[in-house]
């Protein structure tokens, strides 16, 4: 991600997964992406690079769950 700065708020986050700020909270809070709690109000960044091996890390988990669960299409009559 080109001019990216290091760290990035979760919206920021849900903006570049195209989800919401809630869905990327759960995802940290659940260990799915790794962030950091910063500040005395605890507010959470998520480093550039830990989005971009977790993004790496779906394409691999979708590769596998693909070659485990082929599609078949069902059949016409």
Known sequence: MPGTPRFLT???VA???STSSAQVYAM?????????KIGGRGQW??????L???IAQ???DTATF???HPYVEAEQD
């Open 10 to 12: 979760l919206a920021d």
């Open 28 to 36: 940290v809070r659940r260990g799915e992406l790794e962030a950091i």
């Open 45 to 50: 960044r998520v480093e550039a690079s830990k």
């Open 15 to 17: 903006e570049v997964l």
């Open 66 to 68: 693909v070659a485990e």
């Open 58 to 60: 779906m394409y691999r």
């Open 52 to 54: 971009e091996e977790y």
